[in-house]
DNA sequence: ACTCCCTTCGATACGCTGTATTGGCAATAT
DNA sequence: ATATTGCCAATACAGCGTATCGAAGGGAGT
């Protein structure tokens, strides 16, 4: 009955030791650097020389502390679990509101996260009592079956997942281009007119003149709204 | 009034002529070669080296067709919306679902499709296409007003794409451990049976042994519903 | 107290990436 | 026939994750 993996997960693995004392490093001085750098910089900076010479140190030193550069990312996403507030509320559509604000607000903090939330649950420490907290605060506001709990977390996980990509996606293109969303669609206008001149994208042409335009918040409200919306009417 | 970008985009750029004969290389060769390798091996696996190795030319040679690697990855993304069918049905639902479905399963065709979705609307041809296909099947579906039918895609799509997201994550994970997610869970034993043996994560507990097994599509049908509900819900 | 060993660190190295640069060649224009 | 243009391949550079390895150092055994 061998249960053990062939090499045990980050999770497992206990944090080394200090042996001697000449600059102290520690697995969580790694990541905070780590997601320090992310934040700054982007994930696309992250890399294990930085980090390391961020802590005044050689890349390899690093290696005894994480496997590998993956383990590291896994780690940066209980970290940032770490910060989100358990979500709280009386009726279970505040608790789910509170959850999908606690980690849209963590994503938007940190805009690498979305990046890294592929769909998997990650089992670090951290994420595992988020989700305790989570899936207790929605039983304590009244859903009583635990496949009523799991949809709900599920499906507003998957919705927010999509929102928070959506919203940094666009945060990144506007820096990039250093252009709002309809200045993008200025800039983009040759393409785009000609292709509107043609007449034969009369509904893009009156989505793009005639639709209101929604902030990101009033977006991601609205959306989760109509799910919240949907879930309510199948518990009846 | 200067709109003309400095730099034009992918799109604007008209394909170089082929001067002589020696190997025909055309931008739809290289992106077809690039769309095979990342089906087969990965979106890691598309290097401009490697793609250039499959059509016999030096890396180099492809910048005469694409100004860079990331315009080479929305051609990618393009590609794949020019196999999409444009969204039908007689209902506005069931158009809704029709082009959940269509993204969906390009998504599963061509797994590295949900890294590339980032939120922000690509305008190449194939995806203009498709957007105005689905905006106008949702106005002959029977949704009348500009704004209600853009919030109805915009919603429909970012659960979408949080959906797409997880399930090729599971896929992946799968396929690297070579686990289902069942026996994954058993592998993750040892550390998740130590958490729950604490008796700290009761909720937890009951999710993992007493929670219903849904099948991806099941749970992206279900979702999807809610959705729908919320957003028939507010057409009242 | 001395020696041995075992751990750990830093350096080096490998194979890979995207792409800037450069030099030569071949086809076209004069 | 000559001049010019434009393209391609080769080379090069800076960066990446990490395998390997030699040296150094502290802890344990005698």
């Known amino acids: 009955m061998r249960q053990v993996a062939d090499t045990p997960s980050i999770w497992e ?10 600059s102290p490093l520690s697995r969580e001085r790694i990541v905070r650097a780590a997601v320090t750098l992310a934040d700054a910089e982007g994930l696309d900076a992250v ?26 990312l896994d780690l940066m996403v209980d970290a940032v679990y770490a910060e989100i507030p358990p979500p709280s509320g009386s009726g279970w559509r505040e608790v789910a509101r509170s959850y999908a604000h606690g980690i849209r607000e963590a994503g938007l903090r940190h805009e690498w ?12 420490p951290a994420a595992v009592i988020h989700a305790e907290a989570t899936l207790t605060a929605l039983r304590a506001a009244g859903l009583r079956e635990i496949d009523t709990i799991m949809s709900t977390v599920e499906v507003v996980s998957t919705y927010l997942r999509g929102a928070l990509r959506t919203e940094v996606g666009e945060r990144r293109a506007e820096r990039a281009s250093g252009l709002d969303e309809r200045e993008w669609q200025h800039a983009m206008a040759p ?39 949907g879930i309510e009417q199948s518990l009846s």
Chains 1, 2 share one sequence.
């Not at 996260?113 to 670090?124: E, I, S, T």
């Not at 001149?197 to 989760?224: I, K, N, Q, V, W």
């Open 13 to 22: 693995r206990p944090e080394p030791p200090e042996r001697r004392a000449p």
């Open 47 to 72: 890399s294990l020389r930085k980090v390391a010479a961020e802590l005044d140190a050689g890349p390899m030193r690093l290696y005894r502390y994480i496997g590998t550069k993956d383990e590291l």
């Open 113 to 124: 996260l979305a990046d890294l939330l592929d769909g998997r649950p990650r089992f670090g």
């Open 191 to 229: 393409h785009l007119l000609a292709m509107f001149a043609t007449g034969d994208y009369p509904m893009m042409s009156e989505a793009m003149h005639d639709a209101e335009h929604r902030d990101p918040t009033e977006r991601f409200e609205l959306g989760l709204g109509y799910l919240l919306d």
